[in-house]
């Protein structure tokens, strides 16, 4: 079992930047593909990016391409999601994410944060 714990959410202005981290404990034995989702209330959730545990296979929703970096410290077992020029539509609820293999994440994960509120105003 692998127990994410998100953190890093508030209120920002559009234009902003916010930060997230998630903190990862448990089975952490094994090279999780690592990633961010989002879901606004009344959307369906989406997958924003994705990261390989050496960072060889990332991946960015267009929407966010751009504006959003992820990034991982294995030796912390912290992964980032680093959100700039933030938009009203970006306005959702973040939540980490574990998977065995990328292809899972095009679908969901295998292990999920609680989730972190990113709330962007104009």
């Known amino acids: 079992q692998v127990q994410l714990v998100e953190s890093g959410g508030g209120s920002v202005q559009a234009g902003g930047p916010l930060r997230l981290s998630c903190v990862a404990s448990g089975y952490t034995d094994r090279y999780w593909y690592m990633g961010w989702f989002r879901q606004a209330p009344g959307k369906e959730r989406e997958w924003v990016p994705g990261?390989?545990?050496?960072?060889?296979?990332?991946y960015y929703a267009g929407s966010v391409k751009g504006r959003f970096t992820i990034s991982r410290d294995n030796a912390r077992k912290l992964l980032y999601l680093q959100m700039n020029s933030l938009k009203p539509e970006d306005t959702a609820m973040y939540y980490c994410a574990a998977a065995r293999e990328i292809g899972t994440m095009r679908v969901g994960a295998n292990y999920w944060g609680q989730g972190t509120q990113v709330t962007v105003s104009s």
């Open positions: 990261i390989s545990y050496r960072g060889g296979l990332i």
